[in-house]
């Protein structure tokens, strides 16, 4: 086991900044986890997604299948019944980067769909087969959280592991583990929609600090007693807008 985990979220297309953080990791000393949310919303989600494939092919990265990975698998797999919600959610911005800008009101779902899964089969399958939780030492990992009502957190059901919001958040832990988790954005848990800080409570770290809004892209640094360093980088190119 290496000595420190380097732990990313929520990403959502904002490429730069995934550069940037990535520039911190140091493969021979952190196990570098991806929270999920590489994709949506943000205008590079292509490069967003190669590069977490990357990481994991190359330097043993843990990347977490997040909600809009789900969200992808099924627009390609049910094109017609999911891409008015999936376009809400941010995946025309996905749909243009895997394409061209313009491509989701060129063509119907059901061709945008065929051609990304002829032009990205590696990819999908890689996607398809993302793990939803990382154990390491003390810290569970997981996109969005689990089910605190089960004796076992373990048998958390797979939609909740990415989906779960305020039963998480205000449920007891009593996992005896400390829950490392994206999905929510921290201004929302600081209850100001506005401290993009990471948020701690009950053993629970949020770390999705809404850098495609405007907030900021966080990379923690762990080790077996706690925190070591949060490496945050703002987004300076718009303002704070968090609209959805």
Do not use: C
Request: charged share 25%; no cysteine; proline share 5%.
């Amino acid at each position: 086991m290496k000595p420190f985990v380097f732990a990313i979220s929520d990403i959502h297309g904002m490429f730069a900044l995934f550069e940037k953080e990535v520039t911190n990791y140091d493969p021979k000393l952190h196990q570098l986890v991806l929270i999920g949310d590489l994709n949506d919303r943000g205008p590079k989600s292509k490069e967003s997604l190669l590069l977490g494939k990357k990481l994991v092919e190359e330097s043993g990265a843990v990347y977490l299948m997040g909600n809009h990975e789900e969200y992808l698998l099924d627009f390609l797999q049910q094109p017609e019944d999911v891409a008015p919600m999936y376009r809400y959610n941010g995946g025309k911005e996905t749909v243009e980067s895997l394409l061209h800008k313009g491509a989701w009101d060129e063509y119907s779902p059901t061709e945008i769909a065929m051609m990304i899964r002829s032009r990205y089969k590696e990819l999908i399958t890689f996607l398809r087969e993302r793990p939803l939780y990382y154990e390491w030492g003390p810290y569970v990992f997981v996109h969005a959280g689990v089910d605190l009502t089960k004796r076992d957190w373990h048998k958390t059901a797979p939609h909740d592991f990415i989906w779960i919001r305020e039963p998480f958040h205000t449920g007891k832990n009593n996992t005896g583990k400390t829950i490392v988790f994206g999905h929510t954005i921290t201004p929302m848990l600081h209850g100001d929609m506005q401290t993009t800080d990471l948020w701690l409570s009950d053993n629970k770290i949020g770390i999705d600090g809404g850098a495609v809004f405007g907030g900021s892209v966080h990379g923690v640094i762990f080790n077996e007693e706690g925190i070591i360093q949060d490496i945050e980088y703002q987004n300076i190119d718009r303002p704070w807008q968090p609209d959805r």
